[in-house]
């Protein structure tokens, strides 16, 4: 009894400390001998592979063999593509570029938007959609918010259809989930933007059409997570009752799970909008158009007043669309009567095509209907420009102060320590961590991507981006967290937080860097802070959420034993919502390096830049390798940051509940 009791507490000891010891030991061992251990502190460029060169050739060979496929392909997408600009921007046109039949007026666009915001979201929904088109309107946007409203149009039923089908797939064949589509989702989520543009242009070339694929291909994760989710999430009494009433497996999953999960998709199809919202400006480096190209061209001209104005229109479609989607998501349809007519069942559908067509037909006889009035539009470029000029001007010594101290104090310092740290260290450390978080299969695949990266040539502009996205992680986490925990305090605070996270996630990507390159110009600064306002909202939303829903009872009992507030914040609520932080964490990860490649364009020396030299140069094989690195990196630090949210949870019991759900 007594042995037992003297042998326990040693069983229990973790030897975990001892083994980061050792390794913190090795790796100081391998400092001080760094010049005959070179070889362990700078990667020897001879065991380095040029991969970029054969997938290069390989891209060419399939480009050879499949290009009639791809061509064929382009055709068929074109139809819907040039239908729908024709329908919303241009109008059909005669070969002498006369207009046969018109595009609808503005005012009809406007007026059945704002119906259908009403339809399925009441009188606030309108007000929002409402204000959102006529400033697009009346801002001198509306022929570029067409053109990206008819891509939008276009891709999003195709993206929508494309996930469905993958995730239904997904749900019936779990190996092939687990295998293969999973997988494929991660390196997908993970991998840049502008990646997506390189294989495209080189299968379909440049134009709209290879645009709408490179976005459609962007947008489908979200669709195919969201489609599983939804199907897992049907209750066993409806499937049951799918049984029992003979239905076949198609008969089920059509008119059965998908109309029962009907909420939970429809959240995905908001996130596929959002994500061709996103790839707008991106897409348009290809030959999209619309106004990801005035945004991209105005940054290139320094223009930044400009690019505002059409960066606030792409938000105003972006806030418009979400707020309809996100309303028909929560929208409950009244029962019909076995005696209604189709215009009974579907009153605002048939308003809004009356309006329509009334307005598009006055439109032939009143200019003012067919296009905004010149002397009805505002211009506000200018006036931001001069803004932006007085600040410069005025605050010039501060901005460039503060911007020097973060280069001098803390991003140099952080820059210069990765670089120079053996790589072996960074490759053990990572090891390490996921064999003790995740075990030998976490290790395994830790050791593979890392190593991946450096055989690739990589590591030095990895390194470069590691470094980046840590800070900006960093700083994004030290500002969510406490505003999280405020809101986390009051139904007002959530309130107000809420909103501004709603508002930031519809904000495309590229808009973040235009209010940013307006005060500090160019440089791993402007992306720093770009980065940080574009992935700080996770922190925030996961924070708030993890701290509200700790148990009250909890929480009371806490109270009731004489904690004070502070003290059932930090020494209740906290601890225990740590999971969910740490999540919040890993989402401000992956945001921070899904951002890197869009801050590529004001001057950083990273993967994103490598990604973005590959798109101008056409270079297939290095765009996919730094393209693969970006992902790598992203799925070690995803796993991680899962694996430790998980030992976080096992600690405090909680593994089961959230299971659960």
């Given at each position: 009894?007594?042995?037992?009791?003297?042998?326990?507490?040693?069983?229990?000891?973790?030897?975990?400390?001892?083994?980061?010891?050792?390794?913190?030991?090795?790796?100081?061992?391998?400092?001080?001998?760094?010049?005959?251990?070179?070889?362990?502190?700078?990667?020897?460029?001879?065991?380095?592979?040029?991969?970029?060169?054969?997938?290069?050739?390989?891209?060419?060979?399939?480009?050879?063999?499949?290009?009639f496929?791809?061509?064929?392909?382009?055709?068929?997408?074109?139809?819907?593509?040039?239908?729908?600009?024709?329908?919303?921007a241009?109008?059909?046109?005669?070969?002498?570029?006369?207009?046969?039949?018109?595009?609808?007026?503005?005012?009809?666009v406007?007026?059945?938007?704002?119906?259908?915001?009403y339809?399925y979201g009441?009188?606030?929904?309108?007000?929002?959609?409402?204000?959102?088109?006529?400033?697009?309107?009346?801002?001198?946007?509306?022929?570029?918010?067409?053109?990206?409203?008819?891509?939008v149009?276009?891709?999003?039923?195709?993206?929508?259809?494309l996930?469905?089908?993958?995730?239904?797939?997904?749900?019936r064949?779990?190996?092939?989930?687990?295998?293969?589509?999973?997988?494929s989702?991660?390196?997908?989520?993970?991998?840049?933007?502008?990646?997506?543009?390189v294989p495209?242009?080189?299968?379909?070339?440049s134009?709209?059409v290879?645009?709408?694929?490179?976005?459609?291909?962007?947008?489908?994760?979200?669709m195919v997570?969201?489609?599983?989710?939804?199907?897992?999430?049907?209750?066993?009494?409806?499937?049951?009752?799918?049984?029992?009433?003979?239905?076949?497996?198609?008969?089920?999953?059509?008119?059965?799970?998908?109309?029962?999960?009907?909420?939970?998709l429809?959240?995905?199809?908001n996130?596929?909008?959002?994500?061709?919202?996103?790839?707008?400006?991106?897409?348009?480096?290809?030959?999209?158009?619309?106004?990801?190209?005035?945004?991209?061209?105005?940054?290139?001209?320094?223009?930044?007043?400009?690019?505002?104005?059409?960066?606030?229109?792409?938000?105003?479609?972006a806030?418009?669309?979400?707020?309809?989607?996100?309303?028909?998501?929560?929208?409950?349809?009244?029962?019909?009567?076995?005696?209604?007519?189709f215009?009974h069942?579907?009153p605002?559908?048939?308003?809004?095509?009356?309006?329509?067509a009334?307005?598009?037909l006055?439109?032939?006889?009143?200019?003012?209907?067919?296009?905004?009035?010149?002397?009805?539009?505002?211009?506000?470029?200018?006036?931001?420009?001069?803004?932006?000029?007085?600040?410069?001007?005025?605050?010039f010594?501060?901005?460039?102060?503060?911007?020097?101290?973060l280069?001098?104090?803390?991003?140099?310092?952080?820059?210069?320590?990765?670089?120079?740290?053996?790589?072996?260290?960074?490759?053990?450390?990572?090891?390490?961590?996921?064999?003790?978080?995740?075990?030998?299969?976490?290790?395994?695949l830790?050791a593979?991507?890392?190593?991946?990266?450096?055989?690739a040539?990589?590591?030095?502009?990895?390194?470069?981006?590691?470094?980046?996205?840590?800070?900006?992680?960093?700083?994004?986490?030290?500002?969510?967290?406490?505003?999280?925990?405020?809101?986390?305090?009051?139904?007002?605070g959530?309130?107000?937080?809420?909103?501004?996270?709603?508002?930031?996630?519809?904000?495309?990507?590229?808009?973040y860097?235009?209010?940013?390159?307006?005060?500090?110009?160019v440089?791993?600064?402007t992306?720093m802070?770009?980065?940080?306002?574009?992935?700080?909202?996770?922190?925030?939303?996961?924070?708030?959420?993890?701290?509200?829903?700790?148990?009250?009872?909890?929480?009371?009992?806490?109270?009731?034993?004489?904690?004070t507030?502070?003290?059932i914040?930090?020494?209740?609520q906290?601890?225990?919502?740590?999971?969910?932080?740490?999540?919040?964490?890993?989402?401000?990860?992956?945001?921070?390096?899904?951002?890197?490649?869009?801050?590529?364009?004001?001057?950083?020396?990273?993967?994103?830049?490598?990604?973005?030299?590959?798109?101008?140069?056409?270079?297939?094989?290095?765009?996919?390798?730094?393209?693969?690195c970006?992902?790598?990196?992203?799925?070690?630090?995803?796993?991680?940051?899962?694996?430790g949210?998980?030992?976080?949870?096992?600690r405090?019991?909680?593994?089961?509940?959230?299971?659960?759900?």
């Open positions: 009894m007594s042995t037992d009791a003297a042998t326990a507490p040693l069983e229990r000891r973790s030897p975990w400390p001892l083994i980061w010891l050792g390794f913190l030991v090795a790796v100081v061992a391998i400092w001080l001998l760094r010049d005959p251990l070179i070889w362990l502190v700078k990667y020897p460029d001879k065991l380095e592979i040029n991969l970029a060169k054969w997938i290069g050739i390989a891209a060419k060979w399939l480009v050879a063999h499949i290009q496929l791809t061509r064929g392909l382009a055709a068929v997408l074109d139809m819907p593509l040039d239908t729908a600009i024709a329908v919303l241009k109008g059909i046109l005669a070969p002498n570029d006369a207009v046969i039949v018109p595009r609808v007026s503005w005012l009809g406007i007026g059945a938007m704002t119906l259908t915001g339809a009441g009188l606030r929904t309108a007000a929002t959609v409402f204000l959102c088109f006529t400033y697009i309107a009346f801002f001198g946007q509306w022929n570029g918010a067409m053109l990206t409203l008819a891509s149009i276009v891709c999003v039923p195709i993206a929508v259809a996930g469905l089908g993958f995730g239904i797939l997904a749900f064949h779990p190996r092939l989930a687990t295998w293969v589509v999973q997988p989702l991660d390196l997908m989520q993970t991998m840049p933007s502008f990646a997506y543009l495209v242009l080189l299968l379909f070339g134009g709209p290879p645009a709408l694929v490179a976005t459609v291909i962007f947008a489908s994760p979200p997570r969201a489609t599983v989710l939804a199907l897992r999430s049907v209750p066993e009494e409806v499937m049951d009752f799918g049984k029992m009433a003979g239905c076949s497996p198609q008969q089920k999953t059509w008119r059965i799970m998908i109309p029962s999960s009907r909420a939970l429809m959240v995905g199809v996130q596929v909008i959002m994500m061709t919202l996103n790839m707008v400006i991106i897409a348009s480096m290809i030959g999209a158009g619309g106004l990801g190209y005035d945004v991209l061209l105005a940054l290139r001209q320094g223009d930044i007043g400009r690019g505002a104005v059409a960066g606030l229109a792409i938000v105003a479609i806030i418009s669309l979400d707020r309809i989607s996100q309303a028909a998501a929560e929208h409950q349809a009244r029962p019909f009567k076995s005696g209604d007519t215009a069942r579907h605002y559908l048939i308003a809004g095509i009356g309006w329509l009334v307005t598009t006055i439109s032939l006889f009143v200019p003012e209907f067919s296009d905004v009035p010149k002397s009805l539009t505002l211009t506000l470029g200018d006036s931001l420009n001069e803004i932006v000029k007085w600040i410069n001007i005025n605050f010594d501060l901005i460039e102060a503060i911007r020097t101290w280069l001098l104090n803390v991003m140099n310092p952080v820059k210069q320590g990765l670089l120079m740290a053996p790589w072996i260290a960074i490759l053990g450390g990572l090891v390490l961590a996921g064999y003790q978080l995740g075990g030998r299969r976490l290790a395994l830790v593979l991507l890392v190593a991946f990266i450096l055989i040539g990589q590591w030095e502009k990895a390194m470069i981006s590691v470094y980046l996205c840590a800070i900006s992680a960093v700083i994004a986490a030290l500002i969510g967290i406490p505003i999280g925990a405020w809101a986390s305090r009051s139904d007002w959530n309130r107000v937080a809420t909103i501004a996270v709603d508002t930031l996630q519809t904000l495309p990507t590229f808009v860097l235009i209010p940013v390159v307006m005060l500090f110009r440089g791993d600064v992306a802070i770009a980065i940080v306002s574009f992935a700080v909202t996770p922190a925030i939303r996961y924070t708030a959420h993890g701290l509200r829903n700790v148990s009250p009872q909890v929480v009371e009992a806490a109270r009731a034993m004489g904690s507030p502070r003290q914040l930090w020494r209740v906290v601890p225990l919502a740590l999971p969910e932080i740490m999540l919040g964490i890993n989402q401000v990860i992956l945001l921070s390096l899904s951002m890197l490649v869009i801050t590529a364009l004001v001057g950083t020396r990273d993967l994103g830049q490598e990604v973005y030299i590959a798109l101008t140069k056409a270079d297939p094989g290095r765009g996919i390798v730094a393209g693969l970006v992902a790598f990196l992203g799925i070690v630090l995803d796993r991680l940051a899962a694996a949210a998980k030992r976080a949870r096992e405090l019991g909680l593994l089961d509940i959230n299971a659960q759900h």
